[in-house]
C-alpha cells in the first residue's frame, strides 16, 4: 500500500510514477458516477471511489467536475485529498463503507462487475474525497 496527498502544486504523476515504473498514468477529466453514487457522496456515506485500469492508474487532479452518469449531467464539483494504491487482496472492510458499501463481498461484486475478474494483486487507486461542491 502507498498513500499520496494531493497538493496543489500537482506532482501527484511524478510520485507514483517513480514509485511504480512502468505503470502509465491517466489523470480523470471528470468524476461520471451513477446519481446513486453521487448522492452518497453529497451526504457523505461515500467518501471514497476506487479506479482500475490494467498496467495504469487513473488519478485525479486536485478537483474534478462531477457528472452523473445516466444523463451526462453536471452536478457539481468533487475535490480530492489523497490517493491509495493497494492490491485488490489488500482490500478490507473499513474500504468497503468508505466507498458506500456495507460489506467488502458486496464492493467485490461491484469491482468485479465494472472491471472483470482482478487477481489479488491487481492494484487499484482509492480516490479519497475532501469536498462536494453543488452546482449553483
Known amino acids: 500500500m502507498?498513500?499520496?496527498?494531493?497538493?496543489?502544486?500537482?506532482?501527484?504523476?511524478?510520485q507514483v510514477g517513480r514509485d511504480f515504473p512502468g505503470y502509465?498514468?491517466?489523470?480523470?477529466?471528470?468524476?461520471?458516477?451513477p446519481v446513486a453514487y453521487l448522492d452518497q457522496i453529497k451526504n457523505g456515506t461515500k467518501t471514497t471511489t476506487i479506479k482500475f485500469k490494467e498496467k495504469?492508474?487513473?488519478?485525479?487532479?486536485?478537483?474534478?467536475p462531477a457528472?452523473?452518469?445516466?444523463?451526462?449531467?453536471p452536478a457539481?464539483?468533487?475535490?480530492?485529498?489523497?490517493v491509495v494504491i493497494k492490491h485488490v487482496g489488500e482490500l478490507n472492510e473499513t474500504d468497503a463503507v468508505n466507498d458506500g458499501f456495507?460489506?467488502?463481498?458486496?464492493?467485490?461484486d461491484v469491482l468485479r462487475?465494472?472491471?472483470?475478474?482482478?487477481?489479488?494483486?491487481?492494484?487499484?487507486?482509492?480516490?479519497?474525497f475532501d469536498k462536494f461542491d453543488k452546482i449553483q
Open 113 to 128: 462487475e465494472a472491471y472483470g475478474e482482478l487477481s489479488p494483486e491487481s492494484l487499484l487507486s482509492i480516490h479519497y
Open 102 to 108: 456495507a460489506t467488502l463481498g458486496n464492493l467485490r
Open 76 to 82: 457539481g464539483r468533487v475535490s480530492y485529498k489523497k
Open 2 to 14: 502507498k498513500e499520496y496527498q494531493i497538493t496543489k502544486d500537482d506532482t501527484l504523476h511524478e
Open 56 to 64: 495504469a492508474f487513473r488519478l485525479p487532479r486536485t478537483s474534478l
Open 24 to 33: 502509465n498514468i491517466v489523470f480523470e477529466e471528470s468524476l461520471m458516477l
Open 67 to 73: 457528472i452523473e452518469k445516466e444523463s451526462k449531467t
